[in-house]
Structure formats: C-alpha cells, structure tokens
C-alpha cells in the first residue's frame, strides 16, 4: 500500500475551505464556498449548508459536483506554483433521521466546534461529498491525477 501523499495530507488538514461548483437549472456551472471537514473512515468530505444557498437546491437536483481546495497564498509565492487539488464527488445529503447524521454532525463539529448552534438549524442539511477523481498539483508543471483506488487509500489514512 502506498503512503498518503505529504503535499495532499498537509493541504486537506490545513484548508478549511474549498469552493465547491455544480450545474444550475440552466445547465451553468455555479460555483459557492464551502467549509469541509475530512471523515476519513468514510473516505468523503462532510459540508453543512443551507436549503437558502443555491449550491444547495443544485446538488440536491444533480448530486455531481467539483470541489477545488487551495493553499492560502502569499505574496512570496507565485500564484502559479499554488498547491490545490480539484475533486469530482457524488454528492450526497443525509437525512436528519438517518443514522448517519449525528455521525457526520460529529466530524464536522470535531472541525467547526463554534457552528454547533448551527447544526440545529433544520434548514440546514449535511452533505457527503464522496471523491471519485482528483488532479493535484504541487507546484508549477508538478501536476498529476489521483487514482479512485488511491485517493480512497488515501483519504482513509488523512
């Protein structure tokens, strides 16, 4: 088996957010922020959004979608040497009496402690967002397609 990537642990622990882009009603893509949280054990990232957001309404009619995660830039680096990963995910939301919820309240929350007053909000809705194809890049002209077999090794052992 191989090792976790460095630059990919390191990027998916120190990254809170990613944006996220689905298909609008009209067949545009949309494209919104989103904070994650990584749960390993079910190799997917977890999302906590609002049934107000159209990211939202968008994934819930067509549950393929992109998650792009970036490293913070600075002014010392060049913007082309940025590390990111680009995700394609199955989208999934999880059901308030679905067993899977507290679960997924509980790595989110273990991420974002100060939202829990949030989590109680019923308009809001968890979303598992499971990764079948990814491209990450490194730095300039250091870039490379993650496996689906690699990248479910991998997001098991983050």
């Known amino acids: 088996?191989?090792?976790?990537?460095?630059?990919?642990?390191?990027?998916?622990n120190t990254a809170k957010v990613g944006t996220i882009a689905c298909i609008d009603n009209d067949g545009w893509p949309f494209q919104a922020l989103v904070p994650y949280a990584v749960w390993p054990q079910e190799q997917c990232f977890v999302i906590h959004i609002s049934s107000l957001a159209k990211h939202t309404r968008n994934l819930l009619q067509r549950p393929k979608a992109a998650l792009s995660i970036f490293d913070a830039f600075s002014a010392e680096q060049s913007v082309h040497e940025l590390p990111r990963?680009?995700?394609?995910?199955?989208?999934?939301?999880?059901?308030?009496?679905?067993?899977?919820?507290?679960?997924?309240?509980?790595?989110?929350?273990?991420?974002?402690?100060?939202?829990?007053?949030?989590?109680?909000?019923?308009d809001f809705h968890?979303?598992?967002?499971?990764?079948?194809?990814?491209?990450?890049?490194?730095?300039?002209g250091q870039a490379k397609t993650i496996s689906e077999a690699q990248l479910t090794r991998w997001m098991a052992a983050i």
């Not at 088996?1 to 998916?12: C, N, P, R």
């Not at 979303?127 to 490194?138: H, K, M």
């Open 1 to 12: 088996m191989d090792q976790v990537d460095v630059h990919f642990k390191q990027l998916l």
């Open 126 to 140: 968890f979303f598992l967002l499971s990764p079948f194809r990814a491209r990450q890049v490194v730095g300039f």
């Open 85 to 122: 990963i680009s995700f394609q995910v199955r989208a999934q939301v999880v059901e308030r009496s679905a067993a899977l919820f507290e679960q997924a309240r509980a790595v989110y929350l273990m991420r974002f402690p100060e939202r829990d007053f949030i989590t109680e909000f019923t």
